[in-house]
């Protein structure tokens, strides 16, 4: 069973990935979109949660992640969160760096938000670069969870992005 269950518009590489239709912004409009997942086991270190695409010319300007107890018992899942390059999470400036390292969040019911992270998060997502194809953005496991996830247990990331101007 997969760990994450998903409709999957990635691909059949992909096992549950990304499940949102991404809405392309039309002129100086900021579109948000939450993209929900099901949480099916503990899963394994390097495992991909692709869950949404960053459409071409466009720049995250926040997200949220908010999930259940995703990680029942000891709570030693963790994860990296961003845009997801050759299955890691890009450290490129040009990314937006990673939005979470090694974060234990997903181990209790949590809400975490993007502008409450440290500067230095902060600065480097302001300082994305467009692409001029889709990026997408998801989690990678970077430690195991103890127990499995709670029956129906979601992870949900909501990003809130805009169309890329003059090259930011």
Known sequence: ?????TQNFFGAGFVGAGIRPMPDPMGSEVVQVRCPAIVNGTGAI????????????CIVIDWQVDNDDIDTGAATIAADLGVIVAGAVSATAANGGKW???STA???PATTIGHHQATAVINALARMSP?????SVGFVLTAVGA???AANAVIGLTLTYRAAYAGN
């Open 1 to 5: 069973m997969p760990l994450v269950t």
């Open 46 to 57: 390097g495992d991909v949660i692709p869950m949404a695409k960053i459409p071409a010319g």
């Open 100 to 102: 979470l390292t090694a």
């Open 106 to 108: 997903l181990g209790a």
């Open 131 to 135: 692409d001029v194809a889709e990026r």
């Open 147 to 149: 127990g499995a996830a």
